[in-house]
Nanobody, 115 residues
Framework: VRLVQSGGGLVQPGGSLRLSCAAS????????MSWYRQAPGKEREMVAF????????NYADSVKGRFTISRDNAKNTAYLQMNSLKPEDTAVYYC?????????WGQGTQVTVSS
């Protein structure tokens, strides 16, 4: 079982990044996907959720209107499009797959928003 993340990096305030989370070793289409983040000295928090079929999404208030979660079940990949990035979005971002008590995490990717 693997969740391999890509797409992080350094971006200026107001910029955009897209994170990807490629799954293998399990039936991706049966798992809900989430993106979490953890800033230094803070607890890990959920920023976005998408149901297994993609028909339901939910976002933390802090990212609503700026971040979009999506998935492509044919490619076994989930995405997080992040627009209008702010310095307070700086964190390590993790993807999570969950279904029927099973939980898998990606390795984490650093997103730094700074001028």
């Amino acid at each position: 079982v693997r969740l391999v993340q890509s797409g992080g990096g350094l971006v200026q305030p107001g910029g955009s990044l897209r994170l990807s989370c490629a799954a293998s070793g399990f039936t991706f289409s049966r798992f809900a996907m989430s993106w979490y983040r953890q800033a230094p000295g803070k607890e890990r928090e959920m920023v976005a959720f998408i149901s297994s079929g993609g028909g339901y999404t939910n976002y933390a208030d802090s990212v609503k209107g700026r971040f979009t979660i999506s998935r492509d079940n044919a490619k076994n990949t989930a995405y997080l499009q992040m627009n209008s990035l702010k310095p307070e979005d700086t964190a390590v971002y993790y993807c999570k797959a969950a279904s029927a008590g099973l939980v898998y995490w990606g390795q984490g990717t650093q997103v730094t928003v700074s001028s």
